[in-house]
C-alpha cells in the first residue's frame, strides 16, 4: 500500500484543491458536519478531499470538482469522524491485524492504538515486530503501543519471552510505535522499581505516551505515586470515582465496553451526573471477541452505549475521535473532519443509532453498508510464529488430580470466583469434598477445576486449582492457549479426563481452545499465530468461536462472554485470586498462596 504523505508535503494540493485550481479527488456534498472541535452540526456541509486528507470543509465545494472528482451525495446524512479505539488488544479477536481491521472498518474503526501485549509474552520482541509491520499496510491506521510488562508480574509468572528497557528503547525508534502500552505492573511503579520507571522514561524521552493501568480500588497515596510515576491514562476504572480520581491527576480516563467489560455506565456518570470536563473521557475496547466485533459492532457499538447511559451524541463521538487523537498527539493528524487532516469519515443517517452507512478511510471508501468493498490482501506470518505450544508431553487425567491433606475427609479451598462481566474475580473460601484421597468438588457444588498447563519451555509443569462461576453440570472440560497474560495454557473442568483429552487436542492444533464432554470434542477454534490467532477470516473465527460458546452453554455454563472470563483466569495483574505457572496468586498482597487454607 502507498504511504499516506505528511500535511507538510501535500499541504500546496490542499490549497490549491480548497481555492478551487486543483480539483479534488472526491467530494462528499450535502452533509450535516459532526464538528468536534465546535461541538456544533452543521447542515448544508461539502467536504473536498486531496491526496488522502480533507482540503475543504464548508458551504458548496462546487469549484473543487473537476471531470476526475468522486462526487458523493450525502443527501443529508452526518458527517462523522472516524472512530478511534484508545486502547486495543487485536490478539483478543483471535485474529491477525489484517483481519480485525477487516472486521471493524465496516463498523466504523479507522484508527486504532494497539498493545500486542499477548504476541509479546510468547515470542517477545519479534512477535511485536511482526505485528507493527502488519499494522503499516493497513488502509486505516493501526498505531502500535510497545508493551510494557512482560511478564506482568515478575516472580508470579513466567512467559515465553522478557521484555526490558533495552528493548523499549529500541522499539520508541519504530515508524508505528506510538507510545508504551498499559503499566499494569502497577505495585511496581510504586515501589520505584528501575525497569519500570526506565520503561517509562525511554517513552517519555521519546515524547511517546504512556498507558496505564491500575487495577486497584485503592484510591489513597498509591494511586498518588502511580499517577507520578508517569502513566498518561487509565482503562481499568469500574466506579464512577475512578473515573474521577483519574481525571483529577491529569489522566485520560478510558472507558471501556468489550465483550466481557462493562465499564462505561457507572463511569460516565462523572461527566453527566457530576460534570467533569468531557475533554479528558476516551472510550475504548480494551478487548472484543470475534464474535463480538462480526455480529455486534465495534468503537460504533461503544458509543451507542455511550449515549444510551444518557451522553449527548457529540460528546460522545468526541469521546472515541477528537479525544482520542488529542491524547497520543495526533489532533492534527485524525480524529477531525477539518482541513489537513487524514480523510476518516463515517456517514451515517442517524447519530444515536448511528448505522454505519459509509466509511471513508484516507480519502477511500473501503466500506459501505455493513459490507467491506476495500481489497485489503492477507499478511504472511511465519514459521517462527507458529508451532508454540511447547509442552513436554500428552497429559493424563492423574495431570490433575488434586490430593488432600493426609486423613482428610473434607478440605477448605481458596477457589477463583468469577465475576459476570467484570475483569476483577473475587477470593474465595469454600468447603469441598475428599474422595479416595483427592479433593472431588462434584458437580453440585458450583466449583469446576482449574489447571495452568506450562506451554513455553516444555518443563510439564501442570498447576491445579479451583474455579466457581461458570456453572459447568456435566462432565466437561474447556481449554484455552489463550491465558493473559502470560499464555500458558488453562484449563476448566469438571472430569479430569476430559482436561487431559482438552490439553492434548490443542498440543496437537498449535494452540487455541476448545471444549471436550465425556470424551467427545465438542467445538474447536485453531489459532495457529503464537497460539493466539488464527490466519481465517474473522467471519470464519466468530463461526468457530459461536460453536465453542455454544458448546460451553451446552455444559451448563451461564456467564455472559464466558470464554473471555475463561483467558483470563491467570491474569496475575488484577484482583483477587488468580492462577498461574508458579501457583495461585492472591494478587491483592501480590503473594503466592496455598491451595488449602
Not at 508480574?153 to 508505528?176: F, H, S
Request: charged share 20%.
Amino acid at each position: 500500500m502507498t504511504a499516506l504523505k505528511s500535511w507538510a508535503d501535500t499541504a500546496p494540493l490542499l490549497i490549491d484543491t480548497a481555492m478551487g485550481r486543483r480539483k479534488a479527488d472526491m467530494v462528499v456534498r450535502n452533509g450535516r458536519w459532526v464538528n468536534v472541535h465546535s461541538g456544533e452540526i452543521i447542515p448544508g456541509t461539502d467536504v473536498a478531499i486531496t491526496a488522502g486528507r480533507f482540503a475543504y470543509v464548508g458551504p458548496d465545494a462546487a469549484h473543487t470538482i473537476g471531470p476526475a472528482t468522486r462526487v458523493i451525495d450525502a443527501a443529508g446524512r452526518y458527517l462523522v469522524p472516524g472512530l478511534c479505539d484508545g486502547h486495543m488488544h487485536v490478539e483478543s479477536g483471535m485474529v491477525t491485524v489484517t483481519e480485525f481491521a477487516r472486521a471493524v472498518i465496516p463498523h466504523g474503526t479507522t484508527t486504532m492504538f494497539a498493545d500486542p501485549h499477548e504476541i509479546a509474552n510468547v515470542l517477545g520482541l519479534p512477535g511485536v515486530r511482526l505485528m507493527h509491520d502488519e499494522a503499516m499496510g493497513l488502509p486505516v491506521n493501526a498505531f502500535i503501543q510497545m508493551p510494557s510488562c512482560v511478564p506482568s508480574a515478575p516472580g508470579l509468572e513466567n512467559p515465553g519471552a522478557e521484555l526490558g528497557p533495552a528493548e523499549v528503547q529500541e522499539a520508541m525508534g519504530w515508524p508505528n510505535i506510538i507510545g508504551l502500552g498499559e503499566m499494569m505492573n502497577f505495585p511496581g511503579v510504586i515501589a520505584g522499581d528501575p525497569k519500570m520507571l526506565a520503561e517509562i522514561a525511554a517513552t517519555q524521552n521519546a515524547g511517546k505516551t504512556v498507558g496505564g493501568h491500575y487495577a486497584s480500588p485503592d484510591l489513597g497515596h498509591a494511586f498518588h505515586a502511580y499517577a507520578a510515576g508517569g502513566p498518561a491514562d487509565d482503562h481499568e476504572g469500574t466506579r464512577r470515582e475512578d473515573a474521577i480520581a483519574r481525571v483529577r491527576q491529569g489522566m485520560r480516563a478510558m472507558l471501556r465496553l468489550g465483550s466481557a467489560w462493562y465499564d462505561v455506565a457507572a463511569q460516565i456518570k462523572a461527566v453527566t451526573e457530576d460534570g467533569l470536563d468531557s475533554r479528558n473521557f476516551i472510550l475504548c475496547t480494551d478487548d472484543s471477541h470475534s464474535g463480538t466485533l462480526v455480529n455486534e459492532g465495534h468503537m460504533n457499538r461503544v458509543v451507542r452505549h455511550a449515549i444510551a447511559q444518557g451522553l449527548k451524541p457529540v460528546t460522545a463521538i468526541q469521546m472515541a475521535s477528537l479525544n482520542t487523537a488529542q491524547h497520543f498527539g495526533l489532533e492534527r493528524e485524525l480524529g477531525s473532519i477539518a482541513p489537513g487532516r487524514r480523510a476518516d469519515m463515517i456517514l451515517t443517517s442517524n447519530l444515536v443509532a448511528l448505522p454505519i452507512e459509509m466509511v471513508i478511510a484516507r480519502g477511500k471508501v473501503l466500506a459501505e453498508n455493513g459490507r467491506l468493498t476495500a481489497d485489503i490482501p492477507a499478511f504472511a506470518y511465519p514459521a517462527s510464529a507458529r508451532n508454540s505450544v511447547n509442552m513436554k508431553r500428552d497429559l493424563t487425567a492423574d495431570d490433575f488430580a488434586i490430593a488432600a491433606p493426609k486423613g482428610a475427609n473434607e478440605v477448605t479451598a481458596r477457589v477463583i470466583g468469577v465475576i459476570e462481566n467484570q475483569a476483577p474475580t473475587k477470593a474465595l473460601e469454600k468447603r469441598l469434598k475428599v474422595a479416595s484421597g483427592l479433593v472431588d468438588a462434584g458437580l453440585e457444588s458450583g466449583v469446576c477445576q482449574i489447571a495452568l498447563v506450562e506451554r513455553h519451555r516444555a518443563t510439564g509443569g501442570v498447576v491445579n486449582a479451583f474455579v466457581s462461576g461458570f456453572g459447568y453440570n456435566v462432565d466437561c472440560a474447556v481449554a484455552s492457549t489463550v491465558a493473559h497474560d502470560s499464555h500458558h495454557m488453562i484449563v476448566v473442568g469438571t472430569n479430569r479426563s476430559d482436561m487431559a483429552m482438552a490439553a492434548n487436542i490443542l498440543r496437537k492444533a498449535g494452540g487455541g481452545a476448545v471444549v471436550v464432554s465425556g470424551g467427545r470434542q465438542l467445538a474447536l477454534v485453531e489459532l495457529p499465530i503464537a497460539g493466539l490467532m488464527s490466519d481465517e477470516r474473522a467471519e470464519i473465527v466468530a463461526r468457530k468461536a459461536e460453536a465453542l460458546v455454544q458448546a460451553m452453554k451446552d455444559c451448563g455454563c451461564t456467564l455472559n462472554n464466558a470464554y473471555m472470563q475463561h483467558s483470563l483466569l491467570a491474569l496475575v495483574v488484577i484482583p483477587e485470586l488468580r492462577i498461574s505457572d508458579v501457583g495461585l496468586v492472591d494478587v491483592r498482597s501480590f503473594e503466592k498462596v496455598e491451595l488449602f487454607v
